[in-house]
T-cell receptor, first 109, second 114 residues
Framework: SQQGEEDPQALSIQEGENATMNCSYKTSINNLQWYRQNSGRGLVHLIL?????REKHSGRLRVTLDTSKKSSSLLITASRAADTASYFC?????????FGAGTRLTVKP | GAVVSQHPSRVICKSGTSVKIECRSLDFQATTMFWYRQFPKQSLMLMATSNEGSKATYEQGVEKDKFLINHASLTLSTLTVTSAHPEDSSFYIC??????????FGAGTRLSVL
């Protein structure tokens, strides 16, 4: 079954703007991961944040995790047209991974 | 970084035939691999957990006899869609963990059943 829920389902912004995507989940987790998927391609791992971490950065990506609210956010700063893709959060509860429905991000040049 | 190879990337077959999809971990051993299915415009759905040397663990609603999984070695898991029908057309993705929390995904297989 699906663990996470993401919002918005779709997001359209102009190049240079920031994009924020949110993910909520239901059960306790070991870590939460964000993935990117270009159309028709496999998922690419972006960033992993452990349950005892609150914030993590990687380049233009910033991920926060609030375990009390069971939610996470992914911020992409200074977006580029090449950032256009679907972004998924995945929760790792130990034995398997559960994915959210994903956010379709479109960055207009 | 660790690489997972999935083959074939695309397959078109006639209804009633069986299709085998391979998932290989290229530079690490994976005792556990996962198989996912993605319907258009939907998220990935976990189908089953493939365990090396033992039977796969299937998610509720996934037909074991329809989707045969074999994990014969620490670097190879196969998913066979038996007697495929048009409703089996989908995007199938495997993943494997390197033992350090991160899952590495195959490129996926686009199955089209005519």
């Amino acid at each position: 079954s699906q663990q996470g829920e993401e919002d918005p389902q779709a997001l359209s912004i102009q190049e240079g703007e920031n994009a924020t995507m949110n993910c909520s989940y239901k059960t306790s987790i070991n870590n939460l991961q964000w993935y990117r998927q270009n159309s028709g391609r496999g998922l690419v791992h972006l960033i992993l944040i452990r349950s005892n971490e609150r914030e993590k950065h990687s380049g233009r990506l910033r991920v926060t995790l609030d375990t009390s609210k069971k939610s996470s956010s992914l911020l992409i700063t200074a977006s580029r047209a090449a950032d256009t893709a679907s972004y998924f959060c995945a929760t790792d509860a130990g034995n398997d991974m559960r994915f959210g429905a994903g956010t379709r991000l479109t960055v207009k040049p | 970084g660790a690489v997972v190879s999935q083959h074939p990337s695309r397959v078109i077959c006639k209804s009633g035939t069986s299709v085998k999809i391979e998932c290989r971990s290229l530079d690490f051993q994976a005792t556990t691999m996962f198989w996912y299915r993605q319907f258009p415009k939907q998220s990935l759905m976990l189908m089953a957990t493939s365990n090396e040397g033992s039977k796969a663990t299937y998610e509720q609603g996934v037909e074991k006899d329809k989707f045969l999984i074999n994990h014969a070695s620490l670097t190879l898991s196969t998913l066979t869609v038996t007697s495929a029908h048009p409703e089996d057309s989908s995007f199938y993705i495997c993943s494997a963990g390197d033992g350090w929390d991160i899952q590495y995904f195959g490129a996926g297989t686009r199955l089209s059943v005519l």
